[in-house]
């Protein structure tokens, strides 16, 4: 019975392991759009740059 018991229980442990794992991810996407539309939100009705414009600022 006891080892039927610790086989369930690390069954449970190791799904929620995987599922906290999968959260955290899910997590931090959800935080790397955030960021992109704050920049977004912060940049708006600014003048963007060409490709070119970036490349001779750079220089």
């Known amino acids: 019975m006891t ?3 610790e ?5 449970t442990v190791r799904q929620k392991r995987q599922q906290l794992s999968e959260i955290r ?3 931090e ?3 790397d759009y955030l960021d992109v539309l704050e920049a977004r939100a912060k940049d708006a009705g ?3 740059l060409t490709h070119d414009q970036m490349k001779k600022r750079s220089r």
Do not use: W
């Open 3 to 5: 080892k039927i018991l």
């Open 7 to 11: 086989r369930e229980i690390d069954q």
């Open 25 to 27: 991810a899910e997590v």
């Open 29 to 31: 996407d959800l935080l």
């Open 46 to 48: 600014k003048p963007r």
